[in-house]
């Protein structure tokens, strides 16, 4: 009851009311930063920013992001222990669904239909798009720019101010008026003063490799953000599914123990996709968890496991710490599987004398059989 009028306040918030418990929510929640956008300050947006394709007659969305675990992203990246974060990635990004949902039923209790969206692997589905295409049904990314959760760093992953792109995004989407929220000042931005570019160094399969020379700029409502192009998406796909893991310079890996070459010209992926995938499916799962993935699942009836993520984990917002995980990650050595699915990591000489110990059938699970059968492609590291 108002004390001053003794009536009961009005049923339906203001605009600026539920703005302001919509963000305190979000943050109560466990969102460590949270950002509104509106069809307004997404206007000329590409696609994957209609908020209509998610839910007709929607007017603005909320976009926020929960921390990953720092301690179990730096035991990844030392291939100390691959599961904990494996653990850590499902539970945040489920979390983040839920939360997405918890926001929607919300607003939704004050006369605004509202939904939640899949904070991951969720694609479009429809006339004009396959899964298989990876086009978002929204880009968390895009609206966690435009409305202040972050900047974009080069390697087009989301920064946020204080646990860099080691953040989980989703959003919900409500046919409410909401206010929306600035997008973070570009001068502030700290990828700006990264010299040593980690994001780029830790990626085998050289997905960022024109990171510094092409560009994309996207404009949404009259602002716009430039972060890296991406090459073939089947380029990243290669290493951070599992199929293949071992950078092109043979000292160090992800998680994967696939050592599959990696092609300068994304043209020739076909050429060794299939072979890498095949050996992929054959071999034993990795100990520990795995990603609920439904398209390789689908296709392969198998479970896709976290081995790579390195150039969003490498990414931390203190330059000192983002050049630790770097050398974390390139200064333990290669990963290989034992027959019982259990990875090991060790020096890349040991790795060889593990790999020559086996019988042809067991090692051409991880390496080419013929070694000579991409002699004619440009590879790196060749
Ligand atoms: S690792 Fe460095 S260059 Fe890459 S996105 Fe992060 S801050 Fe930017
Ligand atoms: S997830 Fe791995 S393979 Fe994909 S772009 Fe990032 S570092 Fe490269």
Known sequence: MSEKSGRRPPRTLTTAELTAKIIDLTSELGACRVGITTVDTLAGGPPSTDLQYVLPGARAAITFALPFDQDKIRDYLSKRDRDGHQVDYSRTNTLATGVAAQLAGYIAHFGHPSVGTLSNEVYRNDDANRPSQLYPDISHRLLAVRGGVGWFGLSGNVMTPDHGANVSLATAVTTAELEPTEPLLEKDNYC???????????????????AKKQQTTVTMGGVSFTYAERRNYDRCGYVCAGYSGLHPSGRWSTWSPGRFPIPKHDGDLRAVVPDALKAWVERPKLDGHTLQQPLLYQATRKDVQLTCGSCMLVCAADPEERRRRLEMLRGHGVVVQHPDGRVEAMSPEAARAHLDA???????????EDPDAYDDLDTYGS
């Open 192 to 210: 700006d003063e990264c010299g040593d570019m980690e994001c780029v160094a830790a990626c085998p399969s050289a997905f960022l490799h024109n």
């Open 358 to 368: 086996m019988d042809p059938e067991t090692r051409a699970l991880y390496e080419p």
